[in-house]
T-cell receptor
């Protein structure tokens, strides 16, 4: 089974802090994704990566950055946390898209509160 | 551009009744479609996926979905609801890029 592990289930930080959310997958997947989930809005893509040291912006990248130094690890960084970044953050990984499109496998999420 | 619409943010059924969760998509290319389930305080788990091999797709936990191109729909059904099916369900569409576009989700309540 694919295992996607997010470093924290719950996290509380203060406004202005730099926040790191870590995600590790054990299936040698090329693709990794970061989403935020808010009630009534579904999942929105923040950033994704198709390979090591590669990143692309998703739909809502403002206020966030990412790092992928190793294939198995994808970090989300809140440069200066704000209260509107209080949310559930989900990491996912997948194999490259092919004719039989690959599903994404998700971690259990990090519920982040910014005070 | 691709998009997904899930009709009904909340659906309530009695235990043993039919479950029907609606999903309509918009895509300019042949779509890849997925249903995911999210139990409280957990991540998303893949229920099933459509990849053009068959229009009726069977998934885990007794769920299935039928792809109807003429209606641009991919509704999720289960003949008999169980209490353990209470969760939030997400429909998603993907292109060959591997990115997923999610619907807003439908919360399924199962009453005893």
């Amino acid at each position: 089974d694919v295992k996607v592990t997010q470093s924290s289930r719950y996290l509380v930080k203060r406004t202005g802090e730099k926040v790191f959310l870590e995600c590790v997958q054990d299936m040698d997947h090329e693709n990794m994704f970061w989403y935020r989930q808010d009630p009534g809005l579904g999942l929105r893509l923040i950033y994704f990566s198709y390979d090591v040291k590669m990143k692309e912006k998703g739909d809502i990248p403002e206020g966030y950055s990412v790092s992928r130094e190793k294939k198995e690890r994808f970090s989300l960084i809140l440069e200066s946390a704000s209260t509107n970044q209080t949310s559930m953050y989900l990491c996912a990984s997948s194999r490259p898209a092919t004719g039989d499109n690959q599903p994404q496998h998700f971690g259990d999420g990090t519920r982040l509160s910014i005070l | 551009a691709q998009s997904v619409t899930q009709l009904g943010s909340h659906v309530s059924v009695s235990e043993g009744a039919l479950v029907l969760l609606r999903c309509n998509y918009s895509s300019s290319v042949p779509p890849y479609l997925f249903w995911y389930v999210q139990y409280p305080n957990q991540g998303l788990q893949l229920l099933l996926k459509y990849t053009s091999a068959a229009t009726l797709v069977k998934g885990i936990n007794g769920f299935e979905a039928e792809f109807k191109k003429s209606e641009t729909s991919f509704h999720l059904t289960k003949p008999s609801a169980h209490m353990s099916d209470a969760a939030e369900y997400f429909c998603a569409v993907s292109s060959n890029t591997g990115k997923l576009i999610f619907g807003q989700g439908t919360t399924l309540q199962v009453k005893p």
